[in-house]
């Protein structure tokens, strides 16, 4: 057994292969790692009668650690997106999303560095919806003070420790004062605690606009579930878009980390997607652990062969497959 | 009367409307709500913060507040006097919020399920 155990979800669609390259990569690092694989999505409906079987929320509950490849969620119809279940299950209220202008890809942006903390269990996402009349629907928004709290203090704990100056609560208080005005007090309450860092807030459409003309402007964000959802896209877009967007969804006690992007089933067994998104949410879940210094160098080789630019895959302008790009990552590690 | 207000407007088609039965949202300090039979309606699920509590498996670490939703679902043909009763029974014990009327369109259930 590996000084780590960590449960590994590949998903479906294009997820499996390029989980394989993730694990590849993370393995060449050096760190001592035992993978538990388990079933997730649309792929264990027939199988197991669920899109989460039972014996992966074990294996999460028991490792505390999960990386996971993307899965796709029905719209409109029965089944419950297994990743809102998992952030609901094992309460992962802290989703932390960094969007890092990657010096090699070509933006408009000189400088890009934005975390956006979304509070990942609460909001419209509570799941709480009704026809009152063949008419109307209704979803009620639920923001709750302990829930709030707690994001915020998530989010001034990490900026603190990661030397980040200045954190912005998004919100729509003027319009839904009851909710969004509970999430603006609870952040307001907290950031007391921290005078060191430099607390202020935003209206959740003034800081989209914001974000698209001068986004070297922010630094951290904190946001209820749905803005926090919509806005983590929006900069993801900033810095080159979903392929190189990950993602950390964290508990008190457990973490799962996880690309934002969808299955691209159409895509499938192809090895043509960009495991970028999976790798780098790889890297967020090693800092976690502890292992920096395999983060640094994983790091290291991805930006080396985006700056080489010989071997990318289509998103980014070139014709590499997934295994190619991920054996050039493993090559360029032994060289930085 | 027919007022602007119900002519001048886009129209969804009517579907037949059966009462299936009620979410009640509950307020306490006690923990999860347990509750007595009340004949025309038994529990189906707890939820809190919209994450199901019971039945099932809860993950020690998830954060509850003191308001409840519990779904009760009728154990036969039920009308808002069956409502009625057992809203005025339940309040004897529990202290709530609101309740919603879970209806079923057609054969499409109006509300959604607990995550």
Redesign the interface.
């Known amino acids: 057994m590996g000084k780590h155990v960590i449960t590994m979800l590949p998903g479906e669609g294009t997820g499996p292969e390029i989980c394989e390259a993730v694990r590849r990569i993370i393995d060449h690092s050096g760190v001592d790692i035992t993978w538990e694989y388990e079933d997730i999505g649309l792929d264990c409906l027939d199988k197991y009668g669920t899109l989460l079987p039972e014996k992966t929320i074990k294996s999460i509950a028991k490792n505390k650690i999960a990386i996971k490849g993307p899965t796709t969620t029905p719209i409109g119809t029965g089944h419950k997106s297994a990743n809102v279940t998992l952030r609901k299950m094992f309460d992962l209220y802290a989703n932390v999303r960094p969007a890092k202008l990657i010096p090699v890809l070509k933006r408009p942006w000189d400088k890009i560095d934005i975390l956006t903390f979304r509070e990942n269990t609460e909001d419209s996402y509570a799941a709480i919806e009704h026809m009152v009349s063949n008419e109307v629907a209704q979803c009620l928004k639920v923001i709750t003070w302990p829930g709030s709290v707690r994001i915020a203090e998530f989010a001034f704990k990490w900026a603190k420790a990661n030397g980040r100056k200045k954190i912005q609560c998004v919100h729509k208080a003027n319009i839904m004062k009851m909710t969004d005005g509970l999430f603006l007090e609870a952040f307001r309450e907290v950031a007391k605690k921290y005078p060191e860092i430099e607390a202020g807030d935003i209206i959740v459409d003034n800081c989209s606009m914001q974000l698209v003309r001068n986004p070297a402007q922010f630094d951290c964000l904190v946001l209820p579930n749905l803005y926090g959802d919509i806005l983590s896209d929006l900069c993801a877009g900033l810095v080159g878009g979903l392929g190189f967007a990950p993602g950390a969804n964290i508990g008190d006690n457990c973490s799962i980390f996880e690309a934002v992007h969808g299955s691209a089933p159409k895509y499938a067994g192809m090895k043509k997607v960009n495991p970028s998104a999976v790798l780098l949410s790889g890297v967020m879940m090693l800092r976690w652990i502890n292992e920096g210094a395999a983060a640094d160098k994983i790091e290291k080789g991805m930006n080396k062969v985006l700056a080489e630019g010989k071997t990318l895959t289509y998103d980014a302008g070139g014709t590499a497959s997934t295994d190619q790009y991920a054996d050039a990552i493993i090559r360029a590690m032994d060289t930085v | 009367m027919l007022t602007k207000a119900t002519t001048g407007r886009a129209?969804?088609?009517?579907?037949p409307?059966t009462l299936v039965g009620v979410?009640v949202y509950i307020i306490t300090e006690d923990g999860i709500p347990m509750f007595d039979d009340y004949g025309a309606f038994k529990i189906e699920f707890v939820?809190n913060?919209?994450?199901k509590v019971w039945p099932g498996?809860v993950?020690d670490?998830?954060?509850m507040?003191n308001?409840y939703?519990c779904r009760f679902m009728a154990t036969r043909t039920v009308t808002d006097a069956d409502v009625d009763t057992f809203l005025t029974a339940l309040s004897k014990k529990w202290k709530w919020s609101a309740a919603?009327k879970?209806?079923n369109?057609g054969d499409e259930a109006?509300?959604?399920?607990?995550?």
């Open positions: 129209k969804r088609p009517a579907k409307i979410d939820s913060r919209g994450t498996y993950s670490d998830l954060m507040v308001w939703r919603q879970l209806w369109y109006g509300f959604s399920k607990a995550y």
